[in-house]
């Protein structure tokens, strides 16, 4: 990431701890901080696209944090073991979503047999 000036770099850092480790979104930062929020928009998609992390869905703060400290370490993961502990964390990530999303399917499907009331978007355009 190449900036102009010390100044530039002060508010960059900024932007990027308040996102990531404060929680707080991007036009929020730019009020707080005086700059343009298509500035600070540009600055964490720079900031994600180098550090491998996804902006595309909010994420929490704790996994805010948890992003930031995997990406600060990921040049610190030597070791294979930790690889694999890594990725066996992540695979038991992925099926408590799994889990998750298909207990939340299956409340729908009974709040919608139980009050007979469509509660999923119908598919198609109305006309």
Same mark, same amino acid.
């Given at each position: *990431?190449?900036?102009? %000036?010390? @100044?530039?770099?002060?508010?960059?850092?900024?932007?990027?701890?308040?996102? =990531?480790?404060?929680?707080?979104?991007? &036009?929020?930062? #730019?009020?707080?901080?005086?700059?343009?929020? +298509? %500035?600070?928009?540009?600055?964490?998609?720079? =900031?994600?696209?180098?550090? +491998?992390?996804? %902006?595309?869905?909010?994420?929490? $703060? @704790?996994?805010?944090?948890?992003?930031?400290?995997?990406?600060?370490?990921?040049?610190?993961?030597?070791?294979?073991?930790?690889? &694999? #502990?890594?990725? $066996? &964390?992540? !695979?038991?990530?992925?099926?408590?979503?799994?889990? $998750?999303? !298909?207990?939340?399917?299956? *409340?729908?499907? /009974?709040?919608? #047999?139980? =009050?007979? /009331?469509?509660?999923?978007? $119908?598919?198609? #355009?109305? &006309?």
């Amino acid at each position: *990431m190449y900036l102009h %000036t010390q @100044k530039q770099q002060k508010y960059y850092n900024q932007v990027i701890d308040l996102y =990531f480790k404060g929680g707080y979104g991007a &036009r929020r930062i #730019a009020k707080m901080l005086s700059i343009s929020h +298509n %500035t600070v928009y540009s600055w964490i998609a720079i =900031f994600a696209e180098e550090n +491998n992390i996804s %902006t595309s869905v909010r994420m929490n $703060k @704790k996994e805010q944090k948890q992003a930031v400290s995997v990406a600060s370490s990921s040049d610190n993961i030597k070791d294979e073991s930790e690889l &694999r #502990a890594e990725i $066996k &964390r992540l !695979e038991k990530e992925l099926l408590q979503a799994q889990i $998750k999303a !298909e207990a939340l399917d299956e *409340m729908i499907n /009974v709040a919608e #047999a139980k =009050f007979n /009331v469509p509660i999923r978007k $119908k598919a198609g #355009a109305k &006309r």
